[in-house]
């Protein structure tokens, strides 16, 4: 993924920020469903936009944790992360997976 990135010579901010938005939700993925794999596509949408998705064979219309996490719990920060630094971001149904198609925005 990095290669791609930066074959399309975007700014490194935008390379590190892109690489942690994917850890994250492939993460989730890995975490909150039964799926044996999971797909990922990052592409540039438009001039300005850059956009990652993760694919799984979740339950779809499930949702996601969004639980505030406590201070002392070690985990369940991803999604904050994601929320701090996508542009945008959601969950739609995915059509390759039949399951959860979780995707982020990053502007340019």
Do not use: F
């Not at 390379?15 to 794999?37: F, K, M």
């Not at 992360?81 to 997976?97: H, I, N, Q, Y």
Request: proline share 5%.
């Amino acid at each position: 993924m990095s290669t791609r990135l930066t074959m399309w010579r975007l700014p490194g901010e935008v390379c590190a920020d892109a690489v942690l938005l994917v850890s994250e939700l492939v993460t989730n993925a890995v975490r909150h469903t039964l799926s044996a794999r999971v797909l990922c596509g990052i592409g540039l949408v438009t001039d300005g936009c850059l956009r990652l998705e993760v694919h799984d064979h979740g339950r779809p219309g499930r949702g996601l944790p969004r639980r505030r996490p406590c201070p002392e719990d070690e985990g369940g920060r991803g999604l904050l992360l994601v929320e701090g630094l996508a542009d945008a971001w959601g969950v739609d149904r995915s059509r390759l997976t039949g399951g959860n198609a979780v995707w982020a925005n990053l502007k340019v």
